[in-house]
């Protein structure tokens, strides 16, 4: 059974401090990695995606990905309080089924102002 | 509305009843899905759809059924309801990548109480 694993939290950081935001996977032939953003009582939405090594940047978040180390991360620069939502971190199901995914529990956030 | 809605939003059952759980996208989106999140489990694959009347299990399938006659609707039935089956709902669809992303746009849930 794959697993995607994350720390439940909740992770608190003050305003403008960088969050961080971890996720192992136990499939080591997974290609494709998913951060999805989900606010309470709202539905999942998604970040960011990450299919290479090394980083990846979009606007204040940042996806890394090692795969020898079967871990990504999503940092969050400049943490504002309206990021404070539960970040859901999603990995392929059968390798290279990218439309087949298996989500982790799941790292809420708390950016305090 | 343009988008992807799901129906009704809130349920409350007994156990041993049916229930239907309805979605809807106006995409044209070739995938959609059927997820249940509880605490502690995160988001857990019931069923998916590659295309109208092809469908797949998930993790979680038993005690639900689904079909796909129409690209737009994917409706999840609880055959005999049970109070494990409490739960979030969600909906999702893909374009299955085509489009150069493999984004899931989720609908906006349902929440479902079996007494």
């Known amino acids: 059974q794959k697993e995607v694993e994350q720390n439940s939290g909740p992770l608190s950081v003050p305003e403008g401090a960088i969050a961080s935001l971890n996720c192992t996977y136990s499939?080591?032939?997974?290609?494709?990695f998913f951060w999805y953003r989900q606010y309470s009582g709202k539905s999942p939405e998604l970040i960011m995606s990450i299919y290479s090594n090394g980083d990846k940047e979009d606007g204040r978040f940042t996806a890394q990905l090692n795969k020898a180390s079967q871990y990504v991360s999503l940092l969050i620069r400049d943490s504002q309080p309206s990021d404070s939502a539960t970040y859901l971190c999603?990995?392929?199901?059968?390798?290279?089924?990218?439309?087949?995914?298996?989500f982790g529990t799941g790292t809420l956030l708390a950016v305090q102002p | 509305d343009a988008g992807i809605t799901q129906s009704p939003r809130y349920k409350i059952t007994e156990t041993g009843r049916q229930v239907t759980l309805m979605c809807h996208q106006t995409w044209s989106h070739s995938y959609m899905f059927w997820y249940r999140q509880d605490l502690g489990h995160g988001l857990r694959l019931i069923y998916y759809s590659a295309a109208a009347d092809i469908t797949d299990k998930g993790e979680v399938s038993d005690g639900y059924v689904v079909s796909r006659s129409k690209t737009e609707n994917f409706p999840l039935t609880l055959e005999s309801a049970t109070r494990s089956q409490t739960s979030v709902y969600f909906c999702?669809?893909?374009?299955?990548?085509?489009?150069?992303?493999?984004?899931?746009?989720f609908g906006p849930g349902t929440r479902l109480t079996v007494l």
């Open positions: 999702a669809s893909s374009d299955g990548g085509l489009a150069g992303t493999d984004t899931q746009y």
């Open positions: 999603a990995a392929p199901g059968i390798s290279g089924a990218t439309n087949k995914l298996i």
């Open positions: 499939d080591r032939v997974s290609q494709s």
